[in-house]
């Protein structure tokens, strides 16, 4: 231990002006020290445990201290999560780790996402039947509520996102983590195979388009009987359903860099088939599309098994009945015993697209439900009504297939506004799920609400009601009835409902997984656990 010098007591004299005497020396530092009764006697205590001592020795405990650089850089560095310790560690651990996985931002990984399930096969294969149906009041009542309660989950499901860290798993682990993770589990399987069968609804749209618009002649089992096509439309959805489920399987199975690639193709397809919409419907303002309805009476004739809408021409100065005759007759002769209802009233050929300057908007407004089997029929048209009403079932009318009313159109058109989750579902390849989310989902259901509200005034403003609540094109012989509205082919819309249908198919068959892959990582439902499965097999093998 250092040596101290002899202790000299300054005398009370030396603050008074006298001559200061020797005072206390400390051997080592050569730094004066004094003592004084106004200096704190217990701080001179503490301060005497360190005098003399080499301070090297205490520089790791100083630097386990809290600094103020520390201070500062912890205080930089907090977060408020209320997500809990085990999902920040997580979260904390990836970005130390910097693994390079497909890092997608707003536009890409939600927004395309979202607006390429939400413009999908209701669009364009029954938005038409819905306001023909509905009428245009009530269907913009329908998409509005739709929509709106669509916002107000999008808007709660932000404010979980924003709320912490968002990992794989999306809304399945924002509702887990915030109802707890027995409601989110329940929920979570319910949403999965919302999910799931909303793909199956996507992939049997697309077989539709290809089977009935774009390629008949594809189809593998074929009728000559009006009776069976329902069967055989079933038993190729049943074989191409398969073949095309293998191959987004595919896809996704590669990839979901790549289903991006095929989403981006797809979209830009379904945006110019909107925008093939609205050009068309500003052309038939001044030049309507040819697109003829034939008419009995008041009753809306199917054009499959006839193509002149007539009951009888002028050939060579003379009178010929025609196809339609004997279609309602029971020979082709002037003197033959025809239907009571054909004898009674004229044929009659209007336009089904009249254009948005005719003023059918007016006639479009009401709805006209009706039960399964009914004669669509024209509001406002001439019509006498005979005594009998027999054989109606084998004569060339459009009928209805199902009975219609409020809920039944509002569940046929609530699943097209479901793929709101379309981008929370790949909050795994985000790069920032706590903004993207929020802002992609949002601006994807105002963008969608837009069209399809647009959409439904302005095929109400074009179309004829006949036409609208013609499901399968039967007055026109199988035409998309928005391909013939389109500007400037329809092949233009064809296409593009392919491809969108195709590509909300992906979107779907993308998500589900994750989700399920989310809810087995809990544990909650044990047979979803990989390990399950291997006890499982060990047990009936022992």
Sequence with gaps: PPTEAPVLARPPQAQRGARA????????????KESSPFINSAEMDRGNIYEGKNMALFEEEMDSNPMVSSLLNKIANYTNLTQGVVEHEADEDSKRKEIKTPRMGTFIGVYLPCLQNILG?????????????????????????????????????????????????????????????EFGGAVGLCFYLGTTFAGAMYILGTIEILLTYISPSAAIFKTEDADGEPEDMLNNMRVYG??????????????????????????????????????????????????????????????RNFD?????????????????WSLFCDNRSLNATCDEYFNLNNVTEIQGIPGIASGVLIDN???????????????????????????????????TDIMTYFTMLVGIYFPSVTGIMAGSNRSGDLRDAQKSIP????????????????????????????????????????NLVIGTLAWPSPWVIVIGSFFSTCGAGLQSL?????????????????????????????????
Excluded at 131 to 154: D, N, Q, Y
Excluded at 373 to 383: C, F, L, N, Q, V
Excluded at 455 to 478: P, T, W, Y
């Design 21 to 32: 005497p020797p005072y206390r020396a400390l051997e080592g530092d050569g730094i004066p």
């Design 510 to 542: 993308t998500g589900a997984p994750r989700l399920l892959q989310a809810i087995a990582r809990d544990g909650i439902i044990p047979f979803l656990q990989v390990s399950y499965f291997f006890q499982y097999f060990k047990c009936i093998y022992i």
């Design 242 to 303: 398969t073949c095309i489920v293998a191959l987004m399987a595919i896809v996704v199975f590669v990839g979901v860099k790549y289903v991006n690639k095929f989403a981006l193709v797809f979209l830009s397809c379904v945006i110019l088939s909107i925008f093939a919409i609205y050009a068309g419907v500003i052309k038939t303002a001044f030049d309507p599309p040819d697109f003829p309805i034939c008419l009995l009476g008041n009753r809306t004739l199917s054009r």
């Design 365 to 399: 407004l009401w709805s006209a439900y009706t039960d399964k089997g009914s004669i669509i029929e024209k509001k406002g048209h001439p019509s006498i009504t005979g005594t009998e009403e027999t054989k109606i079932g084998g004569l060339p009318y459009v009928f």
């Design 121 to 181: 096969v209701i669009l364009f294969l029954r938005l038409t039947w819905i306001v023909g149906t509905s009428g245009v009041l009530e269907s913009f009542i329908i998409v509005f509520m739709c929509c709106a309660c669509t916002m107000l989950t999008a808007i709660s499901m932000s404010a979980i996102a924003t709320n912490g860290v968002v990992p794989a798993g999306g809304s399945y682990y924002m509702i887990s983590r915030s109802l707890g993770p």
């Design 308 to 324: 002149i809408c007539a009951k009888f021409i002028e050939v060579n100065n003379e009178t010929v009945t025609t196809k339609l």
């Design 439 to 478: 802002t992609g989902t949002i601006l994807a259901i105002s963008t969608t609400s837009f069209i399809y509200l647009s959409c439904i005034v302005l095929f109400g403003a074009c179309i004829e009601g006949v036409i609208l609540r013609d499901k399968f094109g039967e007055a026109v012989n199988g």
